[in-house]
Structures are given as C-alpha cells and as structure tokens.
C-alpha cells in the first residue's frame, strides 16, 4: 500500500492538462446550483467517472458519530443505472481502504490490491485503487473512492484531479450545511415570533379584562357612596310624605300626594339597583327552589309579562342560596329587557338548567367562573340582539340605548353585581337581529357543601 503518489503516467493520458482544467472549472461552476448534499454526490460520482474518465467512482458519507461509512452514490461498471443503490454498503471507520482513509484523513493509492491485506474483493475484482476523504469544518463527511481493473492504474494526476474534486465539494457541502442552519435559524425564528406575538395578545387581552374589572369597581364604590347618601335623603322625603297623608283632605292635594310616593318609589327602585350593582346590597339568602323563584316571579308581578312565555325549567333542579327578593329583581330586569328587544312581538323562553361546569368551559364565559356545579337561569328572546359594540358596555352602570325616561341603564348593572355578590356570574350571547340569551349561573347547594370543585394539581 502506498499513502503518497508515485510519478508515472497517468492512465488518462488523453485528458491532458489543459482539458482536465476546464472540467474541474465546469465543475466548479455547476456546483453552485446544486440543492443538495444527496444531489452533490450523485453529481461528483457522474462526473468523475463521465467527464473525467475515471473507471469508477463509490462516495460513501460518513455518520454524524463518526465510526461508519455508508455507500450513497456509486457509477461505473458495478453500478451502471446510477442513482440507485440496492444494498448499500456499511464500512466502519478503520476497517478497509476506505475506512482507513476516513480515520486518518489522508488519501491513499493503492497499486496493486491482490497484495493488500486490507482488499475485500468485489465480484469483479480490481487491481487498483484511489481514494481520498471529504473533510469539512474539521470533521469527515465522507470519502471518493474509485478503482481500476489494471494495477498501478492511479498516479499524482489522479490524486491531484480528485483531491481537487473532493476540496470543491467539501466547500459546497459547509455552504450546504451553512444554508440549513440558517434555514433552521429562520424558523425558530418565526416560531419565537408567534409565540410572541400569541403572548402579546393574551396579555392584552388580560389587561382588557382587568381594566373592565377595575373600572367597574371604581364606579361601583362611586355609586355605592352616592346611593347611600341619597337614601337618607329619600328616607326623609318619603317618612314625611306619609305623615302628610293624615292631614291631607283636599282631592287635589291627595294626586299631588299619590305622584309625589309614586316618585319617591321609583327613587327607591333606583337606589336598590345602584346598591346591587355596586355589591353593597344587605342580602338575605335563604334555600330557594329556582323553579318556584321564576313561576313566582312570573305570577306575582302584575303586568310584567306582556306576552306569552315559555317556561322549560328542569325537573329536578339544584337548590339555590340566595336572596329571593332581590333574585327576583334580577330576573325581572331581564324579562324587561328581553321584551322592550321585541317591540313587535316574538318569542320569551324562560329555562332553568342544572350545569357541571368544568376547568375547561371557562374560555366561553366573559367572567372567570370557579369550576362545580351551577343552576343556570336563562332569559333568550328572538329581538333585535345586541352589536358587538354595544356588549362591551351594556353592564356599564347608567348605560342605556332607550329614549329618556325609558331606561335607566341600572338594569344589567343590578343584574351584574348581584350575580357576583352571590358568587355567581352573568354571562350574554347575542347576535344582530337574532336575539339575545342572558345566562345567570349560581353556585348550587348539594349535600356536601356549595358544589364548587376544588383544583387538584
Ligand atoms: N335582551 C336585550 N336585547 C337587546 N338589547 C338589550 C337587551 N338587554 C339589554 N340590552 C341593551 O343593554 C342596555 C342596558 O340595559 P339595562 O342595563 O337593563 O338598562 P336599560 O334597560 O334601562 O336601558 C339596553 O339599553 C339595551 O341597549
Ligand atoms: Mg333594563
């Protein structure tokens, strides 16, 4: 075996110098479109064996591990249909011309292989051989290999023209593996940038959704403080207006009386609302059936229902703790609301339901809702529903899209504080010109406490 090529003529002799520069520079050129290391190895193999005459040609790649060589391209007499290698062959590092090569890096001729221990012949044995290694960023990428049926078939020509081939290709392989680690940075780049961007909007969101919370608590202290006040005030008012009922005879004097009691109780409607919407409501829960809450509501308020309403409440509902009173003003603010939607007329479903509410429900509620189980109290018309827009603002305490006099803009915020003071919550669906479901959800009594599941990590 020799590692250093003897001087002797070169069995391609009819490629002379000038002809074998102008390949390599071809070569050269038709490198820089090639897309990949498979199709580089293919292209070397071809052209080594088609334009540079070589009998042969085998490149085996190396594994990242660097212990073993696999065949990946081979043309010539044993592989004559190209780009199709049936059994591709395995040699570790070390072991055959090839191995020896890949472990030290240097290129090896040999003259004549019937003498070289290291030989495994092939079913058409040859007599020489060449091969040099592929070295990139330090590391082996692989080897060229090419035989000859002749001994001493390779010489320093033969070295020099495919060590030339092997360094070209090594350069293309690092701008190969250069362009798929920029690939890869570019990805994980756009990656990151949806993630940031997936981030940036969760936070947004969340600091919406905390400065609604914040900006109703802050109007509902306002309004809190301004209810209170006016309650003495109207505690005064309406204390005197029922001395003067003794006193007055005159018919005139007593409509007078009668308009000035019938204001001062809407004055107290609208101070229990603002104390409701601002949480400061003297609560009174007791055991309820929530059945009986709606078919009492239903019956009891005289003139409320001014339209047929149909009723689907569950046969064996969870009981409800809470203030009936003031549930039942909750329930009639939305009956009200329901029927002013539907000026001409339509449908008024009233429906209780028992609900398990899970971890994984709350991404379709407005308001964060502790896990368990909940009675669901619905009120759905098929009205005007409610613009996008709008359903931001509607529990916004004074908002109202009513003519003066109509509405107050107290209704939904009644509903909504109410609805947290019990523990509860309120949710809307709604859609323009197909109506509108206002959902109450309070926390149910069972046997073993409020029904609230507990989170285990
Ligand atoms: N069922 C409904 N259908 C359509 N719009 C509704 C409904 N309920 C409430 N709204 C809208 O929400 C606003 C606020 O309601 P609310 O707080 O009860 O005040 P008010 O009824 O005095 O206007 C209403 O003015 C209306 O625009
Ligand atoms: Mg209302």
């Known amino acids: 075996m020799l590692y250093s090529a003897p001087a002797r003529v070169t ?134 290999d090419s035989e000859h049926p002749d001994p001493g078939a390779f010489g320093e020509a033969e070295l020099e023209v495919l060590t030339t081939v092997a360094a070209m290709a090594s350069a ?38 905390l400065f609604e919370a914040r900006k109703l608590e802050a109007i509902g202290r306002l309004t809190g ?38 204001a001062a109780g809407r004055g107290a409607k609208l101070i229990r609302d603002m104390l409701a919407f601002s949480q400061r409501t003297r609560l009174n829960p007791q055991m309820c059936d929530p059945n009986r809450l709606v078919t009492a509501t239903c019956d009891h308020k005289n003139g409320l229902l001014t339209r047929p309403v149909d009723l689907r409440l569950t046969d064996d509902p969870w009981m409800i703790h809470v203030d009936p009173k003031v549930a039942e003003d909750a329930l009639v603010n939305l009956i009200v609301n329901a029927q002013d939607a539907m000026p001409e007329g339509g449908r008024l479903e009233i429906a209780t339901e028992n609900i398990l509410h899970t971890f994984s429900c709350n991404q379709t509620l407005a308001i964060d809702l502790t896990p368990g189980r909940y009675l669901r109290l619905s ?20 908002y109202t899209t009513k003519p003066v006099g109509a509405g107050t803009g107290l209704g939904l915020s009644m509903v909504f504080g109410f609805m947290q003071q019990s523990g509860g919550t309120v949710e809307v669906q709604s859609k323009v010109a197909n109506g509108s479901t206002f959902r109450l959800y309070f926390p149910a009594v069972t046997s073993n406490g409020n029904g609230l599941l507990t989170k285990t990590p």
């Open 379 to 398: 009120v759905r018309d098929d009205g005007e529903g409610i613009p996008e827009e709008r359903l931001q603002k509607i529990f916004d305490p004074f």
């Open 225 to 262: 403080w301004f209810a209170h006040d006016f309650n003495n005030l109207l505690t005064v008012i309406s204390g005197n207006l029922e001395l003067l009922d003794a006193d007055i005879t005159q018919p005139l004097s007593r409509a007078g009386l009668n308009d000035a009691r019938t």
């Open 11 to 144: 069995v391609h002799k009819h490629l002379d110098e000038a002809t074998t520069l102008r390949i390599l520079n071809a070569f050269a050129v038709d490198l820089i479109a090639i897309p990949s290391v498979e199709d580089l190895f293919w292209y070397v193999a071809q052209n080594v064996v088609g334009q540079l005459r070589f009998v042969d040609c085998v490149i085996y790649q190396a594994n990242q591990d660097q212990t073993e060589l696999t065949q990946v391209a081979a043309l010539g007499d044993k592989n004559p249909y190209g780009r199709n290698i049936l059994n591709p062959l395995r040699i570790p590092f070390g072991q055959g011309i090839t191995g020896q090569v890949a472990q030290s890096r240097n290129a090896i001729i040999v003259d004549d292989l019937l003498k070289d221990q290291n030989y495994i012949p092939d079913t058409q044995p040859a007599r020489s051989e060449i091969c040099v290694p592929l070295v990139s960023r330090g590391r082996v990428v692989g080897v060229i």
């Open 172 to 209: 293309k392989i690092e701008l190969l593996a250069e362009a798929e680690r920029s690939k890869q940075r570019y990805q994980d780049l756009v990656k990151s940038h949806a993630q940031l961007s997936e981030e940036i909007t969760n936070r947004k969101a969340l600091e919406a959704k």
